[in-house]
């Protein structure tokens, strides 16, 4: 299969690949993406079927496994060899297969999926299914309608714990992007079958993190608690003040929580000791 993905790409140094969640596109890391630039070659990227990212002429991989599949010669394809990985929700799940298929450096986890409750799964699914209803409002009128830092607060108060932080730019892109996601259904629907093996994580070489938003409003926070359980040998951090889409809420905390992952955050403070 045939996979054209769309990227952000900038910086130096070892690489960080970001990924995003269902619905969403890769300028999700616009506010640590400047904060990553700084220590590693970072690359941004829409999922096939999301932001820029077309479907595949054979269709969107039907699971996770073929998921990864389709993404691991793309990574190849770039010239990436085990490079170091962060996502949230979808694409938090998606880093936490990479690292057990032992194709990256390390991996962050923000909100990952896969370690719902069927009810819970289908709860997330029922919010995000109403943002993305919404988003089909006519686009004059939605233009007129996020140009309301009220009307903002409100309709992203799911996603993040701080919209007041949102401009209208951002928030009108990310409305059309959850609008034009072709890839929505198909990946709702895939989720159904999709648990995180945990089993399957058993390389203690690859260092993962996974922050939960303590106000995460799609995943509770509880379910850190599954991942403390399945996954010992991950840090897991909650993160005060963030919702489902921590980079909007704590910049700095997630970048460094990246940072700190991949090893570079320690580079910085040995070179200073020095």
């Known amino acids: 299969m045939t996979v054209q993905i769309h990227v952000r790409r900038g910086g130096s140094g070892e690489p960080l690949v970001l990924i995003h969640g269902i619905g969403h596109r890769h300028q999700a890391w616009d506010p640590v993406f400047d904060r990553l630039t700084a220590k590693h070659e970072v690359i941004a990227l829409d999922l096939p079927g999301f932001g820029e990212s077309p479907v595949p002429d054979t269709g969107l991989p039907a699971d996770m496994t073929a998921t990864v599949a389709a993404l691991l010669p793309v990574l190849t394809g770039w010239g990436l060899e085990r490079p170091h990985v962060a996502g949230y929700s979808l694409g938090g799940a998606i880093a936490l297969e990479l690292a057990a298929a032992g194709a990256v450096a ?17 709860r997330a699914l029922a ?24 009307l903002r607060a409100l309709c992203f108060a799911p996603l993040v714990a701080r919209p007041a932080l949102l401009d209208f730019e951002r928030a009108f892109g990310d409305a059309l992007a959850l609008r034009k996601a072709v890839g929505f259904t198909a990946v709702a629907r895939a989720s159904r079958a999709y648990r995180f093996d945990c089993a399957r994580l058993t390389d203690p070489s690859v260092p993962v993190t996974v922050g939960w938003g303590a ?47 991949t090893g570079a955050a320690r580079e910085t403070r040995e070179t200073s000791e020095r």
Do not use: K, W
């Open 127 to 150: 919010i995000l299914r109403m943002l993305r209803a919404n988003s089909y409002l006519p686009t004059p009128l939605m233009r007129v309608a996020l140009r309301s830092a009220y």
């Open 215 to 261: 106000r995460d409003r799609i995943f509770g926070v509880h379910q850190a608690e599954r991942v403390r359980a399945g996954l010992p040998s991950a840090r897991v951090v909650t993160l005060p003040g963030c919702g489902h889409v921590p980079m909007s809420d704590e910049p700095d905390l997630v970048a460094g929580l990246i940072l700190e992952t």
């Open 106 to 122: 390390s991996a962050t986890a923000f909100s990952p999926a896969g370690f719902f409750t069927p009810a819970e799964r289908r």
